[in-house]
């Protein structure tokens, strides 16, 4: 008997890694005079599907892997979001909700998101949907949301990284996983993801803003299909791969500038001071880009904007030499120094 075709076989795989890792991190221990419903005892994972190819393999593999999952059994369900940015949108979304359903997905939720205004129409429309995969989890006590994004994806990402030329995270792509989002599709091609719905019959629905150059995304891959012919055509695995590597450097960074703020060696603020005071040498001796997270991190805390790298710079100043007048920060924020001690307070923040 012949198997699945190799493409549907690689999502597949891609998705039983996924739920075998999450079923390993949901030990539910039941009292043994205790009856939990089969609902209880099977955790729910939730995939998102917008109809496009993507999704509806992700959905695919899903509605065929978590029925077959034993320790613990799982449920599988979907969330469609319409986003209302396009005329018909409602039933683009409802025909993927009748597909997942047709997969034998239980629930299958539409929710229609208010994108409103925000940096851009395409970041204004991801924290919306990100928005509503969270209130899906707490709607139905889910345990993880799965997303459909590929490696194409990930070597857009990097790629606008590296145009914007903010630092090592800007170039470290879509972790495959940040709290319940799981993205299981990460080392799958775009072109494995078509051949695995026309080998099961998918049709998918064709986005007429993915040819809409109006989007940064778009554009982005326009110019990484010209890379690829003109310059590598492994480049996406390339991109994908220095997304792997700076993520594990950004997150070593991270982790380096959390321990000088919450480590066991943190310096105290000293008598006297505020909790969001330091001393002006606290950071001497560390490298340049623990120092500019440091900052970033004790701003963060306070409820102050990202800082960019002239913000981190004026900071540097502050605390190196005395007579520099108050730095402004995002939001009406400020930071000033008193005597050897930075002190950074919000806007409208009384201490």
Partial sequence: MTGPHPA??????AVRRVLAQLARELVVDYPSDVQASAQAREPLVLSACSGGADSLALAAATAFEAPRLREPRMRAGAIVVDHGLQAG??????????????????????????????????????????RAYDEAVRRHGAAAVLLGHTRDDQAEQVLLGLVRGSGTR?????????????RPFLGITRGQISQACRAQGLTPWQD???????????????????????????IDAALARTADLA???????????RALIDGPDARPPGPGCRASDWGVGDLDGHPEAVRGRVWRLRAARLGIGNLSSAHVVAL?????????????????????RVEDRIHMQARGRVE
């Avoid at 800007?170 to 799981?182: E, Y």
């Avoid at 803003?209 to 110019?223: G, Q, S």
């Avoid at 993520?247 to 500038?257: N, P």
């Fill in 170 to 182: 800007s170039i470290a792509g879509m972790p495959a996983r940040r709290d319940a989002v799981w």
């Fill in 316 to 336: 540097e100043r502050l605390s190196r030499r005395r007579g520099v007048g108050p730095v402004s920060l995002p939001g009406g924020a400020r930071a000033v």
């Fill in 208 to 234: 007429p803003h993915n040819d809409d150059e109006r989007f940064t995304r778009v554009r982005a891959r326009r110019l990484l299909a010209r890379l690829r012919a003109e310059l590598d055509p492994a």
């Fill in 247 to 257: 993520r594990a450097d950004a997150d070593a960074l991270d982790a380096y500038a």
């Fill in 89 to 130: 949108s409602a039933q683009v979304a409802q025909r993927a909700a009748q597909q997942c359903r047709a997969m034998g997905l239980d629930p299958v939720d539409v929710v229609r998101v208010d994108v409103g205004a925000g940096p851009g129409p395409e970041a204004a429309a991801r924290e919306a949907r990100y």
């Fill in 8 to 13: 549907v076989a690689a999502t597949r795989v």
